[in-house]
């Protein structure tokens, strides 16, 4: 059981380039969510969704993308990558929502020159 | 709006030492509260979570609705206890995570 996948592991770009973060999960959770992560400022919410077609913005939305076009898959996407969004970043999900804890993915370490 | 407070970025105790990681909520209905742990360079993994009043690892959290805290406690650290803690709140739809504590059990 693979639980949530996430690819790649290590990413470099330059400023203005676009990339995708893929996230997969294999356990039909109804929810994903993702997260970035920084030295002083705990985990913070980029986007989630409650269900295939369905996608909310988090505390930080601003610079990324997402679509839920199934229940196994919820991508990230950088569209003009900029220094400020080196950080790394968590896929999530869960069945359902309250009470179920998330289920994390490894991580994707960005770091944007 | 929902917020979690985790006052203490860093705490260092020694091995044998109670331990107690801080934890603050602010959130209108009724909340689900969780700790997750994240050891070097790896994911997070769930700890605890209030709804089952649990001990893991010979950790325990109660929740306190008239102070809405929930405090992470253990009696006697292990050097193996060294770790980021996150204190966690889902609400309706989000999941908000404090800042983190990062615990350092001295030998």
């Known amino acids: 059981n693979a639980g949530v996948t996430q690819t790649p592991k290590f990413q470099v770009l330059k400023t203005g380039q676009s990339m995708t973060l893929q996230c997969a999960q294999d356990m039909n959770h109804e929810y994903m969510s993702w997260y970035r992560q920084d030295p002083g400022m705990g985990l913070r919410l980029i986007h989630y969704s409650v269900g295939a077609g369905i996608t909310d913005q988090g505390e930080v939305p601003n610079g990324y993308n997402v679509s839920r076009s199934t229940t196994e898959d919820f991508p990230l996407r950088l569209l003009s990558a900029a220094p400020s969004q080196t950080s790394v970043y968590f896929c999530?999900?869960?069945?359902?929502?309250?009470?179920?804890?998330?289920?994390f993915g490894n991580g994707t370490r960005l770091t944007v020159t | 709006a929902q917020r979690v407070t985790q006052p203490e970025k860093l705490l260092s105790v020694f091995k044998g030492a109670p331990v107690e990681l801080k934890c603050n909520y602010s959130y209108s209905g009724s909340p689900e509260l969780f700790w997750y742990v994240q050891y070097s360079r790896q994911r997070l993994q769930l700890l605890l979570r209030h709804i089952s009043r649990e001990s893991i690892k010979g950790f325990t959290a109660d929740l306190n609705k008239g102070e809405t805290s929930f405090h992470l406690k253990k009696p006697f650290a292990q050097e193996e206890d060294s770790a980021m803690y996150y204190c966690?709140?889902?609400?309706?739809?989000?999941?908000?995570f404090g800042i983190g504590t990062k615990l350092q059990v001295i030998p």
């Open positions: 999530a999900s869960s069945p359902g929502t309250a009470p179920n804890p998330l289920h």
């Open positions: 966690a709140l889902r609400g309706y739809q989000k999941v908000t």
